[in-house]
């Protein structure tokens, strides 16, 4: 089987989140990070001898970053968020803090939680239908050092 891995430096974004954990946790502060994803799809060559164009693979990625680059990540499907938008401006509670916040500056995900693990699951969720036919391993860096993956069983 033949795969081919994803790794363009344009296939990043910045954006800010907060975790909903103790708020002794650090991770429960408002705080950012510099992500980069990496794309693995594998499967058979097709008749130009590709498993899939590297060109197609970056500017869907490239698409899907550029809406998350520079926002703040908000999590519609917690149970412990709460938020209201009025006007061009968004309340949140979460777990007690109190945010309010622009709306211009805000990514709405229906993840349930911002962490880089759904972070993966759900970019898969929105490049796979453009490779259906093959198998999808999906990663989002935090650092380095530290990354998440989501793939297929």
Same mark, same amino acid.
């Given at each position: 089987?033949?795969?081919?891995?994803?790794?363009?430096?344009?296939?990043? !974004?910045?954006?800010?989140?907060?975790?909903?954990?103790?708020?002794?946790?650090?991770?429960?502060?408002?705080?950012?990070?510099?992500?980069?994803?990496?794309?693995?799809?594998?499967?058979?060559?097709?008749? #130009?001898?590709?498993?899939? #164009?590297?060109?197609?693979?970056?500017?869907?990625?490239?698409?899907?970053?550029?809406?998350?680059?520079?926002?703040?990540?908000?999590?519609?499907?917690?149970?412990?968020?709460?938020?209201?938008?009025?006007?061009?401006?968004?309340?949140?509670?979460?777990?007690?803090?109190?945010?309010?916040?622009?709306?211009?500056?805000?990514? !709405?995900?229906?993840?349930?939680?911002?962490?880089?693990?759904?972070?993966?699951?759900?970019?898969? #969720?929105?490049?796979?239908?453009? !490779?259906?036919?093959?198998?999808?391993?999906?990663?989002?860096?935090?650092?380095?050092?530290?990354?998440?993956?989501?793939?297929?069983?």
């Amino acid at each position: 089987m033949y795969s081919i891995d994803v790794k363009d430096s344009r296939n990043k !974004f910045s954006a800010a989140h907060f975790l909903l954990l103790e708020k002794t946790h650090k991770c429960s502060r408002l705080h950012g990070h510099n992500y980069t994803v990496y794309v693995s799809i594998q499967g058979p060559l097709d008749k #130009d001898y590709f498993v899939v #164009d590297f060109v197609k693979v970056k500017q869907k990625l490239q698409d899907i970053v550029e809406v998350l680059d520079h926002h703040i990540l908000i999590p519609t499907k917690s149970e412990n968020l709460k938020f209201k938008i009025k006007d061009e401006e968004v309340s949140i509670d979460a777990s007690g803090k109190k945010y309010v916040l622009p709306r211009e500056d805000i990514c !709405f995900l229906p993840i349930p939680a911002t962490t880089s693990e759904n972070l993966a699951k759900y970019i898969y #969720d929105l490049i796979k239908p453009e !490779f259906e036919n093959y198998k999808l391993k999906v990663s989002v860096g935090e650092t380095s050092m530290t990354k998440a993956v989501y793939q297929e069983e």
